[in-house]
């Protein structure tokens, strides 16, 4: 049955995708268990999809596939390692939370992949918000580092333990095995190559042919969720989140900069990932509609629309100047207001909502110069990204030496009068 889920305590984390994520963990998935004081729920479309794989199996099975023992519980298997694999990252975003701070909501296992809800505490600036968002994203790719030599030396310990076998070896002078298409180390190294699975022969019993499945099939999984996190810079894949956080803390990157780059890294990449799903597709239509890869294929097609989709929506905030409201682009926030009129620059608070998209990462003061000296690979893009601060503003009138005067003693004066309200206030809590 359905287990509790706690209040969210971010409610900005709740936009997009967030808040597609949140809903369907609430309305369409089920409590598993709870690892490490943390709940794991599991989308009803994941366990949708397992099914069609199954389908795909015996539709091969009644097309007259022979081991199909073979290939159903190799289908269990990649499926199993694949949903164990992605709890664990998303244990690292979570672990790396709560390092900082914070606290683990709960992870939602679902079609494309997981998500960890969690939480961490507000910082006093906006570059400890960014350095915090660098570190818990961070932590999901990096559990791959651990992953990765986990399965790839009991691959080595399964192959070379095999090898030494009668059943293995061949006559004096020659090389190689009987068993496998590689030996030794060399069978990790193929597994690392994506799309590239070294087999083993039938001179394999079934439980040695499968257990070489599971070892195989965990290395290249972690190699190849890894290449995706990183490389793949389109949200709310972990990629994007790597490039907007490391061009701000790094770089010095303006936030409107950092979104016009992530922007334009989608576009890129999402309609590579959705061509892959396409071919995908096609494959299966060459293997008369039985083929898993019919299936396989409709996971990137649906994440890249979901890409384009949220690239869209950081566009389309980003014209508005509302891009603060983003969970990716909080520190985009502009608390002071800076414009000019007839007397010179004028600071305010800013009560409308709007961003500035020239302010500099690091301040929300409505400064426009980066302190960062790495900051000079992106002033290409600065040109375009210089736009108006305010529907408002005023243009400086024509200069008045005696109207500027007044207006600067004016303001004087109302800064008397606060800073002596102000010492009225301190000696009366004397």
Known sequence: GRGPVTPWPHPRAMMGFGRQGMAQSEGCAFHMCTICRAPIRVSWFTVAYLGLQILAVISEWRNGAQNIGILFASTLIQFLV????????????????????GEINHILLWPFGGICFSSTPPQPTPRAT?????????????????????????????????????????????????????????????????????????TLNSGEQLLFILLITGVQLNVMLFLFNVFFPMYPADGSKLLVCSLMYCCGVKPYTAAKVLI?????????????????????????????????????????????????????????????????????????????????????????????????????????????????????????????????????????????????????????RLEQQRQQQAAVRR
């Open 130 to 202: 960014v350095k915090n968002d660098l570190l818990v994203v961070g932590a999901g790719p990096s559990t791959h580092f651990l992953q990765t030599p986990f399965w790839g030396v009991l691959l080595w310990a399964f192959v070379a333990g095999l090898e030494q076998t009668s059943k293995c070896k061949l006559p004096a002078g020659f090389d190689g095995n009987q068993c496998f298409t590689c030996t030794g180390l060399a069978c990790v190294w193929d597994a690392m190559v994506p799309f590239h699975q070294p087999y083993a022969y039938t």
């Open 264 to 416: 334009i890294c989608a576009c890129i990449f999402a309609p590579l990932l959705i061509g892959y799903g396409l071919y995908g597709i096609y494959q299966g239509f060459q293997g008369g509609m039985n083929q898993l890869g019919l299936f396989t294929g409709l996971l990137p097609i649906f994440l890249g629309l979901m890409s384009l989709q949220e690239a869209y929506t950081i566009y389309q905030m980003r014209k508005a100047q509302t891009l603060s409201q983003h969970p990716l682009f909080v520190v985009a926030r502009t608390d002071v207001s800076r414009r000019r009129d007839w007397a010179g620059q004028v600071a305010t608070l800013n009560t409308g909502g709007r961003d500035d998209p020239n302010q500099a990462f690091g301040n929300n003061s409505g400064d426009t110069e980066s302190t960062c000296c790495l900051s000079s690979c992106f002033r290409s893009c600065k040109k375009g990204d210089e736009m108006e601060l305010s529907q408002h503003d005023e243009p400086p009138a024509p200069a008045d030496p005696a109207q500027a005067a007044r207006g600067r003693e004016e303001r004087q004066a109302f800064l008397d």
């Open 82 to 101: 694949l949903y164990l694999t992605v709890l664990v990252h998303e244990f690292g975003h979570g672990t790396m939370a709560r390092k900082l701070g």
